[in-house]
Each structure stands twice: as C-alpha cells, then as structure tokens.
C-alpha cells in the first residue's frame, strides 16, 4: 500500500514535471497542436470539434471504426464534428495521451501499453501469455475488471470510455525464419515504449529497443533494428512486409486499445452529451472488434504471399511461455500485486 502510493505521487511528479516541459523534448509539436486544437474549438460556434489522434494508417480496423464513432456521433447530435487524424499525423500514443491531459486534444485511442507511463497498472495487459484468445479479452475487458482499469486514468486527468482491440501480436524479422526459442537469440526487436515490453523480449534472448510506431517503419527500412511486433492487420496496414523478410505466429500478447478523452474537455460536457459519447465509443469499439477479427485472418492470408511465413508449434510456444515466466514476477510490485492477481484470476474465470 505504502509503495503503490508512493509510486502514485511519483507518477505525479513525473507528470507535473513533463507538463511543465511541455510534453515533449524534440519538438514544438504539441505547441502548435494546443493552439489548434483551442482555435477549433473557439471558432466554431456552438459546435465543438472532436480532433480523434491515432497511430495506424487508413484502412487500418481502428481507422475504419474511428470513422464508424464519427458517422454515429455527428448523425446523433448536432453539437459535434469529429474529425479522424490516422497515422500518428498528430502525435504518437504517447505524447497524444499527454495532450489530453492538458486539454489540447479531445480523443486519441492508444494501444494499453503506453498509458503504463501514466498509469503503472495497466501493465496487467502486458504481461506475456496471459489472455489465451479474444472471446476471454472480451470478458475480462467488458466486465468488471474492465471498468476498474478505466476508472484509473481519472487521476491522470484523463477519461477511460471504452475498450478496443489491436489485437494478438506477432514477429517479424529480416535475418531469419524464427521457429524455436533459440531462433530469437541476437536479434534486435523494436518494442513499444513499455519496460514489461522491453524485458520479456530480453528473455526470449532478444536485444529490445523502445521505438515510438511513428519511427518505427524507417528504423526498419535503414536496418537500424531487426525486427518487431505487432498484429497482423497492423503490419500489413503499415507496409512492414516492404521492409521485412519473415515473419511467426508468436501470438504473444494481446494489446487493447482503450478509448480515452481529455478530462477537461468531458467535463464541459453536458450529461446528456457525455452518455452520447460514451454509447458511441462503446459501439464504435464492438464494430472495431468485429472488423479487427475478420481484418485478422485477411491480412494473415495477404502477408502470406510478401513474406516467408513459419508457424511455431504449441510445445515451442510452450518454451517462449517459460522463458518469459519471471518477467511476471518481476514486474508484480510496479504494477500492483493485488490488481496483477486479480487479472489473473479473471482471466481464469472467464477461460
Ligand atoms: C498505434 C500503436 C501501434 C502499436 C505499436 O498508434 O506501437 O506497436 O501496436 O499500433 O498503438
């Protein structure tokens, strides 16, 4: 209890000190967006526009069903315009998460594992080999474990709606087919910005690098790195297969993507105007989920023919499985052992 608060206060800190920085050490980006973002707003009269940031491409599921909450927001009420930006064009997950915070974007809907630099429990989701398939990702998400997790953002200043899906991820490389435990060895694997991330590949035997996804393609394309991961719609969407050789079925987590909305912007919100977001969010999602399964399976059969395909048996799966066990361990305190155990226990619930 003590630890979890007094790593409470220091994510504060932390926070405090990124928004007197302003968010962000390259650029004057987010600057220019929070002048934007409150332009739109104060230009439009009574409508107030919704900007919505995300990372992957057009076509991408997330990108068609971020234009499925637009179409059902806009036709149900004449207080909003939402307007899609895909492909990172305002900010990666990360630094779109602490616009929100300070109320210079409205939405962006990130993977789970970013926000884990905001709230440490949502590294639960991050821990490798623990939903064995959607049906129980579902369960557990639309339950009430899920509503617990989005109820934590609040003290980030930041509005939890709904969950979404990006999906079971999957390696890709260019030195070599990866078949067996000892095929990962050496190679260096581009992560997502997530310690839980960084250390489950290391014990897989990997050399893990933190990259942001909007790096990611050109880190590829100059050889900077070997490899990465993520769900096969995402690697199609993102022409990785242009820039990679081989790929395997590890199927070693499955990221969410929660829906989240600047606190300060809700809060200007009449009731009645939050429950239409709310129930848009939630929809728009259930949509995201069906595209993502169906997108799935097509992008799987299209990779298919850009790059050589090794499918890993279950008894090797079983060794990556045991390999990374520790990491769990590892990570119970940072995360919060009684919400970690209470992930865990859920997931066996609902398997
Ligand atoms: C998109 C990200 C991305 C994620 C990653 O903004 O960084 O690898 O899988 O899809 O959320």
């Known amino acids: 209890m003590k630890v979890k608060k007094s790593l409470f206060w220091l994510g504060m800190l932390f926070i405090l000190v990124l928004a007197a920085c302003g968010g962000n050490d390259s650029s004057t980006e987010p600057a220019n967006n929070e002048a934007q973002a409150v332009e739109a707003v104060e230009s439009s ?11 992957v491409n057009e076509g991408h599921p997330q990108e068609i069903a971020a234009q499925k909450f637009k179409e059902l927001v806009e036709e149900r009420s004449e207080d909003f315009k939402v307007e899609v930006y ?16 300070l109320g210079s974007l409205e939405i962006t809907i990130p993977s789970t594992s970013p926000v884990v630099n905001f709230v440490p429990e949502y590294g639960v989701f991050d821990l490798p080999f623990t939903i064995p398939n959607a049906e129980v990702a579902d369960k557990v998400l639309d339950g009430p474990f899920g509503d617990k997790m989005l109820g934590l953002l609040e003290s980030q200043n930041i509005v939890g709606l709904a969950w ?39 014990a897989l035997g990997a050399n893990p690098t933190p990259i942001a996804f909007t790096e990611l393609f050109a880190a590829l394309q100059q050889g900077t790195i070997d490899g990465q991961e993520n769900p096969y719609p995402n690697i199609e969407m993102s022409r990785f297969y242009e820039v990679q050789n081989y790929m395997s079925n590890t199927n070693h987590v499955y990221t969410p993507f929660v829906f989240l909305m600047s606190k300060p912007v809700w809060e200007e919100m009449t009731e009645e105007q ?3 977001i709310r129930e848009a969010a939630v929809e728009a999602g259930q949509y995201n989920r069906e595209v993502n399964r169906q997108g799935d399976q097509e992008s799987l059969d299209k990779l ?10 279950p008894e090797e799966i079983q060794r990556f499985r045991d ?21 865990l226990a859920e997931i066996e619930n609902q398997s």
Request: no cysteine; proline share 2%.
């Open 45 to 55: 009269g009574d409508v107030k526009t919704l900007r919505l940031s995300i990372g």
């Open 86 to 101: 895909h492909s990172g064009q305002i900010a990666d997950d990360r630094t779109a998460t602490e616009m929100l915070q």
């Open 164 to 202: 979404w899906e990006n999906g079971f991820r999957q390696l890709t490389n260019n030195e070599r087919p990866v078949a067996t435990l000892e095929d990962v060895k050496g190679l260096s694997v581009r992560t997502m910005e997530n310690e839980i991330h960084i250390d489950a590949w290391a």
């Open 274 to 276: 939050q429950t239409l």
């Open 304 to 313: 298919k023919e850009e790059l050589e395909f090794t499918e890993i048996s």
């Open 323 to 343: 390999a990374v066990a520790p990491v769990i361990e590892k990570h119970a305190d940072a995360i919060g052992r009684e919400i970690v155990e209470e992930y």
